[in-house]
């Protein structure tokens, strides 16, 4: 049998994002990232949606030339429907209603949590169930029990700020470039993660919940504070915050998947691109027996192969995808089963 072929549209925050998916296979994967943020030091909603008005039609074209597909070959849609930014998530949804009404097609509207968090399955559809995804990105950092494809129970989030946004703001302290991660992730080699004892959030509470306020804020005192002359370099100040942020991470994800029994760990998000926590993630779950996936930097990070693959995966359990075309956008929403 050949499976349908899958146009997938992702416009939630500030990249636009096309890709062919079909069954468990991405034909394609388009993204472009909007660069003039980073003159400005984070995200201008504004600009954001403008861009994507710009960028949707050639990117979902290439993705259509890159996977060698019509675009009256295309057997159904795929748009991420939220969590994002609304102006960003109006482009796309529409551009794909558009898409679906013209060529009389189907529409699966995607939460794009939910795709992060079976990107894993997507890396390695071999993967199976239970598993346990850690989300952390600059908008999320949540743990979740994953059953089946469509069943899945978040197990704890973040209280204040997402390990992203963490990361991104001390960053800024230390005078480094957006996104923040990439550049502490880089500075953190040449420094020493012991130098400075950093709070761990919430570390030895119960729940799986995480909080990295206290850490930025400890941050923000130490440069404040500590007399010129006994301040550690900045390789030491982005080492041990690293290392804070991903101790309690590898720790509240860890023991939620020791608790659950799960067979498997996947991480998931821009976040997941740190060098410290994939290690540190994979050493753990070796220890334990556990199977470890961080998706490859391409289906980790914001794209559409993620969207497409769920909806491949709805539709092959026999979901009709959305007929009305009367959904609406979801700007924050974290939906708990
Ligand atoms: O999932 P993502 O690409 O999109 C948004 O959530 O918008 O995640 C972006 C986040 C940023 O906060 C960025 O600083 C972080 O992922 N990030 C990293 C690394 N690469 C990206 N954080 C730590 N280490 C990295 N290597
Ligand atoms: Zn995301």
Redesign the pocket.
Known sequence: MIEPLILAIETS???TAAAVVQGTTVRSNIVSSQDIHNLHGG?VPELASREHVKAIAPIVQLALAEAAVDIGDVDAIAVTYGPGLPGSLVVGTHYAKGLSLRLGKPLYPIHHIEA?MYSGHLEDPTLGFPALCLV?????TSVFLLTSLTDYRILGSTRDD????A??KI?KMLGLG?????????LAKDGDAAAIAFPRGLHHEASYDFSFSGLKTAVRYYLQRTPDGERRSHADIAASA?QA?VDVLVHKTMRAAMDHGVRAVVI??????????RTAMRDRCSAAGMHFVAPRPMY???NAAMIGFLAAQRLAQGSAGEQTLDFGIEAHALRAR
């Open positions: 925050c500030d990249d995200i992060h952390v990105s600059g908008g999320h997402a390990a992203g946004e990361f991104d960053a957006y996104p923040g991660g990439p550049y502490i992730d880089r690293q942020i998931a998000g821009g976040v997941s691109a740190n060098s410290l926590l980790s990070v914001d």
